[in-house]
């Protein structure tokens, strides 16, 4: 986004056609070797015949993202400090339980869970340490299992659960104290991948990244999800808009990286979208593979490309995932790899360079002729906030604009849902207006 040990066998309707990735999944667990594919040994599996299953009612999603980098929604922040670990657990639990009863009075169906923050997780992994934003110690092990005390609880009051993946992202910074934490873990088991696979890493964004053009790294990637699928009931997986994510002053150098995978690309700039294309076909064919009921989507910057380098772009102004994060997500809703893509379409009516109707409209038109849905990320973190350049987040408390964008939504038939970026922006003094306008319209 813009800010981004139990033992669980398969599930049992896979069981007989995933022998081979519970292989693939041990042999990830048991070796510091660079894990082998996860999509060329599973090539059989899909020429045997799929269960038939009951074609899927989709409501309309009304959802919010839930962020665990640096604790920005959950968990809360004193209780990392907690000294008792069973006092931790229940608080956390309790902060948890909190929200999800909140959002279910609001009207929220749908919660994107950040499992993924950075190169640890938030469930009981084989491949990645415990993430330190539980504990404050990388690899400890907090006394539960995050994604399945959420995924209980959500589904106990109706409601979804799509595991938020940051795919790149190894840690949030570059400090010496955050290389000595990533130094620490090589006695774990597992160790981060920062230990075991040194000559993935970059710096990029003042933070340490896989080199996205790597087979191995995006094949690591794809059997992180794989295992999340294969062991949880989760009802969605979805990446964020990290691909390849640099800034002017810390840009990716994958110059020999280039040298060496990039023959045959007429630029670096194609050869950086073939990496990013590959690994969404990768994983959308090994979740679909595991679990096809599993939805897999991904949230992009809003923006594909502007009408003045393309014709087939928007007619907007704004940084664009297709150039600037090496993202085709167009071409991705053409064919067929998500089950749904969430733009972030985070600028008001007003707002030319990037208009909030120009934006949705535009992309209804891609998923039109498609079976991709299409959900659009709102700012609720700009609501009730002052801006020189977008002053309608703060005329009546932002209602107005946030009751415009939602009732383009819901007046648009290919638009299938609203996510709200994000989840404790709803506990905020300047969004007090907004919230009490989300509950009288979505809330029983």
């Not at 008001?348 to 535009?362: G, H, I, T």
Request: hydrophobic content about 35%; proline content about 7%.
């Amino acid at each position: 986004m813009i800010v981004c040990s139990r033992r669980y066998s398969l599930v049992t309707h896979i069981k007989k056609r995933s022998a081979l990735v519970a292989f693939a999944l041990l042999v990830v667990s048991c070796s510091s070797e660079p894990p082998k594919s996860l999509v060329t040994p599973l090539t059989p599996v899909t020429k045997q015949p799929l269960p038939s299953q009951p074609e899927q009612q989709h409501q309309p999603v009304r959802g919010v993202w839930l962020a665990t980098v640096s604790r920005l929604d959950w968990p809360p922040v004193l209780s990392v400090n907690l000294s008792n670990a069973e006092n931790r657990v229940k608080q956390q639990q309790n902060a948890l339980t909190q929200k999800l009863d909140k959002l279910k009075s609001l009207g929220i169906n749908t919660v994107f869970f950040q499992v993924k923050p950075d190169g640890t997780a938030l469930w009981t992994s084989r491949i990645l340490p415990w993430s330190d934003m539980l504990t404050g110690k990388i690899g400890e092990d907090p006394g539960y299992d995050p994604l399945q005390f959420m995924l209980d609880e959500a589904h106990k009051r109706g409601m979804k659960v799509h595991a938020w993946f940051n795919p790149y992202r190894v840690s949030v910074n570059t400090k010496p104290s955050t290389v000595t934490e990533l130094n620490r873990t090589l006695t774990l088991h597992p160790a981060s991948v920062f230990v075991l696979h040194r000559d993935w890493i970059r710096t990029a964004s003042d933070r340490f990244v896989l080199d996205p053009g790597i087979p191995e790294a995006r094949d690591w990637i794809t059997s992180i999800v794989a295992e999340v699928v294969a062991r949880y009931p989760v009802d969605g997986v979805q990446f964020d808009d990290y691909f390849y994510a640099e800034t002017p002053g810390s840009t990716l150098n994958d110059s020999q990286t280039y040298k060496r995978y990039g023959q045959g690309f007429a630029s670096k700039a194609d050869w950086r979208r073939h990496n990013t294309q590959t690994l969404i076909e990768q994983v959308s064919h090994t979740i679909k593979q595991l679990n096809p009921n599993v939805e897999f989507g991904v949230s992009p910057a809003g923006v594909w490309r502007n009408l003045s380098h393309d014709p087939a772009g928007s007619d907007t102004r704004g940084a664009a995932a297709y150039d600037e994060a090496y993202a085709d997500t167009r071409r991705w809703v053409q064919q067929g790899l998500l089950d749904y893509i969430a733009p972030q379409l985070y600028w008001p009516f007003s707002r030319q360079a990037a208009r909030y109707d120009v934006l949705a409209k535009w992309w209804a038109e891609v998923v039109k002729p498609t079976n991709t849905r299409l959900y659009i990320g709102i700012a609720l973190y700009k609501v009730g906030e002052p801006s020189k350049n977008e002053p309608d987040w703060t005329i009546k408390g932002g209602v107005p604009e946030l009751k415009n964008q939602i009732d383009l939504n819901e007046s648009v038939p290919q638009i299938n849902g609203t996510i709200l970026f994000r989840e404790n922006y709803l506990n905020q003094p300047q969004t007090q207006d907004a919230v009490h306008y989300l509950k009288n319209r979505w809330g029983s």
